[in-house]
């Protein structure tokens, strides 16, 4: 507020408000300004912490990549790298393992194609006590049929089908065929563009 009528007035006031600004400023940086405001016990130093970056995967992380099966000890962690069109298939197993498949659309040479995934997956299983499936990834650009006949199996002349919406049960109940596991077990869910953790 400026005190009208008295010249120069108006400047010194002025005058006092930056200079107890830049005081004030001072007094936080050295740590010296008051806790209340008004003299005494003398505030902590203002600091600014960086943002804490994200968590990379433990360095112990079972990393599986496309057309890959893999496990995991009780205890560890399941790392599926860049999963974009692909899903992923972690087995839960009653001992605190985790048995996992980065089933891809798409055949890495020298991988499972997608139509092999979960053989290859109920193998690793074998008998053991499974108490939950967890389906991961691109669930609309996925057939529940490419599990049993994979686009790569498709000969000359023959149209490869193409899903024109999600069918989260569709797959949920492929995996559990797949797999010898019951439908109930299974879940399906949608997730963006990225690596999956699972712990």
Same mark, same amino acid.
């Given at each position: 507020m400026f005190t009208k009528g008295i010249p120069g007035r108006q400047y010194a006031r002025r005058?006092?408000?930056a200079l107890a600004v830049a005081s004030a400023a001072l007094a936080l940086q050295t740590g010296t300004a008051a806790a209340s405001g008004t003299g005494g016990?003398?505030?902590p130093a203002a600091h600014t912490a960086p943002a804490p970056a994200p968590a990379p995967a433990p360095a112990s992380a079972v990393r599986i990549t496309e057309g890959q099966v893999g496990e995991a000890a009780p205890g560890g962690t399941l790392l599926y790298p860049s999963v974009t069109s692909c899903l992923t298939v972690t087995v839960r197993l009653a001992d605190g393992g985790l048995v996992g498949a980065h089933a891809? +659309? !798409?055949?890495v040479p020298g991988e499972y194609r997608s139509d092999r995934v979960l &053989?290859? +997956?109920?193998d690793r299983v074998g008998g053991r006590d499974v108490t939950a499936v967890e389906v991961r990834g691109?669930?609309?650009a996925w057939l529940p049929g490419y599990f049993t006949k994979a686009i790569e199996s498709y000969g000359d002349g023959e149209s490869v089908? !193409?899903?024109s919406e999600p069918d989260p049960d569709g797959l949920a109940a492929a995996v559990a065929? &797949?797999?010898g596991q019951p439908h109930a077990k299974v879940t399906v869910t949608d997730v963006p563009d990225g690596d999956q953790t699972v712990r």
């Open positions: 005058g006092a408000c016990v003398p505030a891809s +659309l !798409f055949q &053989g290859a +997956l109920r691109a669930v609309g089908p !193409f899903p065929d &797949g797999l």
